[in-house]
């Protein structure tokens, strides 16, 4: 921690290259919590210090500081961490859906500020992949007007209900996300796969929910990928087989 200190010291009028040098000492250091710290803490404006902590503090505390922070680049790197709590989703949740304005400044002009929504964008799409993400956040970024973020959520909605209607959406990768999406049903997948069949075909075919009807689908309308799908599937049984038995 000490060294620490002495280098920010030094660094003061050179804090860009400083940064570079804390972001490692903060990863490897065993005083790891103290310099987090004074990183978050620091006065200088530069937002690197903020990032790092964001990055690599463990104190669950901390972290939930950090969910509440008004700077749109924080809440990325936040969302981006697979041990991010429900309640910390929750937060950047509602904070990012209700006030985007608030997100790195109010002052910023309208290139800025269009920066800043599609980082907003950015962050409801990690939200949406985000395995702790509560289903009634889920359900709610499935009728996004953004494609991306509707792709995201879609892949992990579990109500039936939205996932038929996410049928009738005009987007080829949300439809990807549907034939990925354990939940959807035969009804699903029948729909989505006359609407983009060779598209599909690899996620459709292997749907644990799949029919014959659907197989059948495959087999008379197009037979070479189906037949193309079979064999890859089976070279990659035979090699399985092959390093399980070396």
């Known amino acids: 921690y000490e060294q620490y200190l002495t280098l920010r010291h030094a660094n003061e009028n050179n804090i860009e290259d400083f940064y570079v040098d804390a972001e490692m000492i ?3 250091s065993k005083d790891k919590e103290k310099i987090i710290d004074s990183l978050y803490n620091d006065n200088n404006k530069n937002l690197q210090g903020k990032l790092i902590a964001a990055r690599y503090t463990s104190d669950k505390e901390k972290i939930l500081m950090l969910c509440k922070s008004n700077d749109v680049y924080v809440l990325q790197i936040i969302c981006k961490r697979p041990d991010v709590s429900k309640e910390c989703i929750e937060v950047i949740f509602d904070k990012i859906e209700s006030d985007v304005n608030s997100l790195y400044g109010s002052k910023l002009g309208t290139f800025e500020m269009d920066y800043v929504y599609d980082l907003k964008n950015d962050v409801l799409s990690d939200i949406a992949k985000h395995v702790n993400t509560p289903d009634y956040i889920i359900n709610k970024l499935c009728n996004s007007k953004v494609k991306s973020i509707r792709s995201s959520a879609a892949r992990r909605c579990s109500d039936v209900s939205i996932l038929l209607s996410l049928t009738d959406d005009d987007y080829p990768e949300v439809y990807r996300s549907l034939a990925l999406n354990k939940n959807s049903s035969p009804k699903v997948l029948r729909i989505i796969t006359k609407k983009e069949p060779v598209y599909l075909i690899d996620y459709v075919l292997d749907h644990p929910n799949i029919t014959d009807d659907i197989l059948n689908f495959y087999k008379l309308h197009y037979p070479h990928q189906f037949k ?12 399985y087989i092959k390093l399980a038995m070396s």
């Open 26 to 28: 903060a990863k490897h």
């Open 228 to 239: 193309t799908h079979k064999l890859f599937k089976e070279s990659l049984i035979r090699q």
